[in-house]
């Protein structure tokens, strides 16, 4: 998809040397896949101490 961006020429040089990408086409998906992985990590460590498991160690350990 073609897209007119107005981006910071110095963040766009940075984030081209930190991550090696070429072009910056790649630095943009690169810096997209991040924003969504940090922001799924972000939700799991909300739900920290919140989901309930009903495991018992000892059946897990046997169905081998």
Known sequence: MRTTLNLDEKLL?????????ST?????NE???QII???KRLRLIEMAGKVKLDADIN??????
């Open 24 to 28: 910056k086409t790649a630095v943009i």
């Open 37 to 39: 992985q940090n922001r």
């Open 31 to 33: 810096a997209l896949k």
């Open 59 to 64: 059946v897990t350990r046997n169905r081998i």
């Open 13 to 21: 040089v940075e984030a081209m040397k930190w991550t090696g990408e």
